[in-house]
């Protein structure tokens, strides 16, 4: 069964910085995309940075230049680096990836998989 781990979130100070990871596991035959969403109190998921199907990297405009999206595709992990950290990054960061599983015979129809949440508090 696939799984996605985040790790990372915590309490930061505004200007300071936290990284971010999430690593994928189970019978992976391939990744599609990977990429990082968060959702603030109160308000809708939004999408933050990650790597769609043609494999560059996107950001969100709220985050751009501030974050780095990374990938080691060996080790089936992501992470974010978060700088210039503002008291509005203040959520719950998801991760989440489009996999195609490995079955045992034949691989699966690519499936969206969500992590479990890291929270990012940026306060002084």
């Known amino acids: 069964q696939v799984q996605l781990v985040e790790s990372g979130g915590g309490v930061v100070q505004p200007g300071g910085s936290l990284r971010l990871s999430c690593a994928a596991s189970?019978?992976?035959?391939?990744?599609?995309?990977m990429g990082w969403y968060r959702q603030a109190p109160g308000k809708q998921r939004e999408w933050v940075a990650g790597f769609p199907i043609d494999g560059n990297i996107y950001y969100g405009d709220s985050v751009k230049g501030r974050f780095t999206f990374s990938r080691d595709n060996a080790k089936r992990t992501v992470s974010l680096q978060m700088d210039s950290l503002k008291p509005e990054d203040t959520a719950i960061y998801y991760c989440?990836?489009?996999?195609?599983?490995?079955?045992?015979?034949?691989?699966?129809?690519?499936?969206?998989?969500w992590g479990q949440g890291t929270p990012v508090t940026v306060s002084s």
């Open positions: 989440k990836a489009e996999i195609v599983e490995w079955l045992g015979s034949h691989p699966s129809t690519p499936q969206g998989y």
């Open positions: 189970g019978s992976i035959f391939n990744i599609h995309t």
